[in-house]
């Protein structure tokens, strides 16, 4: 037997307080007057010999009870191990407060019972440990060590929170908390209904130096229909375009659905409906045409109805409808007729500056700038070019046949791309397409013959040196490039390695020359996402020019927040850090400027896989720091108590006070009725 509080051991010296009193205790003679006390003496010596044992007897009934009721304020108890428990440990509590664990089952919902279960184990550790807790959002508040009290507040505070948090994250934080407490033993439970996506396989292998308690809850048969992602066929919307959206949706439930509905609603309005079939634990793809009918910002979301669970079965996104794709060709003579007649299409606004009057400030508005047959680019156009294709703009730069080697040396230096390096006089023709770049996408419904390939009279070899964003386009048949793209900074630039004259080629009289100019143009590098996830994008950067007006992320009336906004390289980088647990539509303003930005929420809570007990109880055997709780309220409370301090005896030794204490109240009563009953004789 083992002592939780020894120093009550103190209090046995008040056993000595009896003692004193039944040693010298003064008791009050009655003096009764008899006619003969020759009688009276054999009686007197007889009742002194039982008044004594009666006492003594007496003192030993409470000498026991106080020793019993000290020895339970010591807290004894009995345990297997034979090392002694230590006199403090540090005890973290991790609770699952994702959505799925708004699921129900027989008892109520899961959040609920895990609040009590934390509870209960808050109780089975009150006045001999300290606490951390973790919930999924990492709270700042909660980055300490606690007491018994606010541990119990922060599991009363606890509610569904959005953020999904990996139990890999979960064991970093409780292995950050409890680094300063060296000194104390550590366990840890974790309260879930163990989602497969959260506790990955092996989980139970991450660290074995403190002990690790499961106590599992799980919801009814686990069923959800989720909206999981989301994308638009092309990256680059105009008026009157007709778009694809593809989507994906899972069906984690045992039924077969066959008529499943999804809406397309775009600013408020329903424009088109899909029903689709989708199996038993399957997901499927499906997509949705609609036609752009205004222009500028469209906030859009795609939903299906389940009353299961239901923060999936919405997905929202957003995108810009422009009425036209701006298109800059600067010249130094004359402008090309080719370029001129190619986009007077209505989806392009084009215009022509010579280089000799081009105005600077005007090219950050253009989506295309094309550099076309330039001699001699200054400086002031070189260093404005790199600025804009830093911002996100497209290049493309076409040669002419007497250009200044120095000033395209400095350009090529400027926008990290190869220099020119020799004028080629010889025929040659284009032998290969790299029909994987996403200048050709869609263009080829069938092969593509080598004979239908354009041919070139004159061009320009290029230096050979290695650069990561290179790609090829178009190769010659002397192995050389044609026509090469480039990124710089968020923008794209294609070198084209031939002057587009008749005399040097026919690329302006080919079939391709079309699709490739006009995917040029429309192809916006400026693009950004259609929607991030809460989580799993902690920053954001948007393709924006940046001014020095304080940022502000909003939705409607209720929420107004000051993000941490840096800018770099011209560009709007948000740090979130989780500053947002609402899904939707938010407006990012610094009142000259605002954009929509389209939140989701995570979708690994949407795959309802869970581990089995039985698999869990199969880990608790092979491991001996995991060890598995299938009780819960005060089964559990009780069961940790005993696994904290062994078996408990103090309720054995109030039951015996107990027992001492009704002896001696009858025995006094019925040596108090002989007596009496003496007396009246």
């Known amino acids: 037997m083992r002592l939780s509080e020894p120093y009550f051991l103190y209090a046995f010296l008040a056993l000595a307080i009896p003692v004193f009193i039944h040693l010298f205790s003064l008791q009050k003679h009655k003096t009764v007057y008899f006619s ?105 508040k909660h980055q ?10 922060a599991i009363d505070q606890t509610r569904i929170k959005a953020p999904v948090l990996n ?47 499961l106590i599992p809850i799980s919801s009814y048969p686990k069923t959800n229909l989720s909206i999981d992602t989301c994308y638009l066929e092309s990256p680059n919307h105009s008026l009157g375009q007709q778009e694809w959206l593809y989507f994906e949706v899972s069906n984690e439930s045992n039924k077969d659905l066959d008529n499943l509905s999804v809406k397309l609603i775009i600013n408020g309005q329903q424009k088109a409906l ?88 005007n090219l950050n508005t253009q989506d295309l700038i094309i550099l076309e047959s330039i001699n001699n680019p200054t400086s002031g156009l070189i260093n404005a070019l790199k600025l804009y294709t830093k911002n996100g703009g497209n290049l493309l730069i076409i040669p002419s046949k007497e250009i200044n080697t120095d000033a395209y040396k400095t350009l090529a230096k ?62 010659l048949n002397t192995k050389e490039p044609f026509i090469n793209s480039y990124s710089n900074g968020s923008g794209l630039i294609y070198l084209m390695c031939a002057p587009l004259e008749k005399s040097t080629g026919n690329l302006e009289k080919h079939a391709l020359f079309v699709p490739l100019l006009y995917n040029m143009a429309i192809l916006n590098s400026k693009a950004e996402s259609i929607y991030y996830t809460l989580g799993e994008n902690q920053s954001i950067s948007l393709k924006d020019k940046a001014n020095t007006k304080q940022w502000r992320l909003q939705k409607g009336d209720n929420i107004d927040i000051l993000p941490e906004v840096r800018t770099i390289d011209q560009k709007i980088h948000v740090n979130l850090q989780d500053l947002i647990q609402e899904d939707g539509f938010y407006t990012l303003t610094n009142q000259e400027h605002k954009k929509t930005i389209s939140f989701n929420y995570d979708r690994r809570e949407s795959q309802m896989a869970s581990w089995d007990l039985e698999d869990l109880q199969s880990i608790g055997e092979q491991y001996e720091h995991i060890k598995l709780w299938q009780k819960e309220g005060l089964q559990l409370e009780e069961s940790i108590k005993e696994n904290r301090s062994g078996t408990s005896l103090w309720h054995a030794f109030i039951l015996l006070a107990l027992i001492l204490l009704i002896t001696e109240s009858l025995l006094l009563k019925n040596w108090n009725k002989k007596t009496q009953i003496k007396l009246d004789n």
């Open 144 to 153: 300490r060590i606690l007491d018994h009290n606010d541990c119990l507040d």
């Open 274 to 361: 899909s029903t689709l079939a989708v199996k038993a634990h399957t997901k499927t793809t499906a997509k949705l045409s609609f036609n752009n009918h205004t222009n500028g910002t469209q906030k859009a979301h795609i939903e299906l109805t389940d009353a299961t669970i239901p923060f999936d079965n919405r997905l929202y996104f957003n995108f810009d409808v422009i009425e036209s794709n701006k298109v800059l060709c600067i010249h130094e003579n004359t402008s090309n007729k080719a370029l001129n007649t190619l986009f007077q299409d209505n989806m392009f606004d084009y215009s022509e500056s010579n280089v000799g009057v081009l105005d600077l400030a």
């Open 167 to 213: 139990v890999s994250a979960v064991i970093d934080r409780w292995n950050a908390l409890k680094q300063n407490e060296i000194n104390a033993e550590a366990e840890l439970y974790l309260i879930s209904d163990f989602q497969k996506t959260s506790f990955s396989e092996e989980f139970y292998t991450q660290d074995s130096s403190f002990t690790t308690h």
């Open 414 to 475: 400027k926008l990290s791309i190869p220099q020119y390096t020799r004028l080629n006089t010889k025929k040659v023709k284009v032998s290969e397409l790299n029909k994987d770049h996403n200048i050709f996408k869609d263009v080829f419904e069938k092969h593509t013959e080598e004979s239908d390939l354009p041919e070139v009279n004159q061009y320009y070899s290029i230096q050979k040196s290695y650069f990561s964003s290179e790609e090829n386009i178009m190769l």
């Open 36 to 140: 003969n006390v020759a009688f009276l003496k054999q009686i007197r010596q007889k009742k002194s010999h039982i008044n004594k044992l009666q006492k003594l007897l007496l003192l030993l009934l409470r000498l026991l009870l106080l020793s019993a009721v000290i020895l339970a304020f010591s807290e004894p108890y009995v345990s297997q191990n034979n090392e002694l428990i230590k006199d403090k440990k540090i005890i973290g509590i991790y609770i699952d407060n994702s959505f799925s664990m708004n699921a129900d089952n027989e008892k109520g919902v899961l959040i609920e019972q895990a609040k009590n279960n934390a509870r209960n184990i808050l109780n089975a550790h009150k006045g001999k440990d300290e606490f951390i807790f973790i919930s999924n959002e990492l709270q700042g």
